[in-house]
């Protein structure tokens, strides 16, 4: 069956430029999850979806970062003004249930490898 | 707080021998789950096993083995045979049931599998 895809795979922005990533969860999945990833480390929280609603923004590293899942399936998230700090792989992931905090296993996405100049 | 370490930033292993990679947790929640995942240069993470806290066997997997060691808290990843297709980051991870939490990942440990 299919896997999460996102797109696209890679993404080079100049400094100041808005970026969008798009996530395709697998279908029916409940939980969406936004990570970034540093060089050299594993993924970090950003952000998590149950369907449309956004339960938890916490990871998000500031206010130019939003992210949405409008009908509970598609997520997309957005970097307005990009830094060169916000080089990095972002990945999606899905999860079958509800719940942030749950022991179920996140089905991750081919990442989106962002580089700023 | 949760937190989990890799030790091993990098390992060399000959094809064909078996290999483990050592994670360690801390966690004060009794319900978590532990998972390993695989991260190739193509970068997707692929998930390979999963152990839950309450679980009486360690967890297994085709070639992979988690060896689950509540009391020292330990989930070392054990990959039997390797291959050269092996090749690639491995991240331990963990989530616990307590509802602030979420899925916190190690830093890796680059496997290499020589021919």
């Known amino acids: 069956g299919a896997g999460v895809s996102q797109s696209p795979r890679y993404k080079v922005a100049k400094r100041g430029q808005d970026v969008a990533l798009r996530c395709d969860p697998i279908s029916g999945h409940v939980s969406l999850f936004w990570y970034q990833q540093a060089l050299g480390q594993g993924p970090e929280f950003l952000t998590y979806?149950?369907?449309?609603?956004?339960?938890?923004k916490s990871g998000l590293p500031s206010d130019r970062f939003f992210a949405e899942r409008p009908e509970g399936s598609v997520s997309t998230l957005k970097i307005q003004r990009t830094q060169q700090e916000d080089s990095a792989v972002y990945l999606c992931?899905?999860?079958?249930?509800?719940?942030?905090?749950?022991?179920?296993?996140?089905?991750f996405g081919p990442g989106t490898r962002l580089t700023v100049l | 707080a949760q937190k989990i370490t890799q030790t091993q930033p990098g390992m060399f292993v000959q094809e064909k021998e078996a290999v483990t990679l050592d994670c360690t947790y801390d966690t004060s929640d009794p319900s978590y789950g532990l998972f390993w995942y695989k991260q190739p240069s193509s970068g997707e993470m692929i998930f390979l096993i999963y152990?839950?806290?309450?679980?009486?066997q360690n967890a297994t997997e085709g070639r992979y083995s988690l060896n689950f060691q509540k009391a020292r808290k330990s989930a070392n990843l054990v990959i039997s045979a390797s291959q050269l297709g092996d090749s690639a980051m491995y991240f331990c991870?963990?989530?616990?049931?307590?509802?602030?939490?979420?899925?916190?990942f190690g830093k890796g440990t680059r496997l290499h599998i020589l021919p």
């Open positions: 992931a899905s999860s079958e249930n509800p719940g942030l905090a749950t022991t179920d296993t996140q089905y």
């Open positions: 979806f149950q369907n449309e609603a956004q339960l938890d």
């Open positions: 991870a963990m989530s616990t049931g307590n509802r602030d939490d979420k899925i916190i």
């Open positions: 152990q839950g806290s309450y679980d009486q």
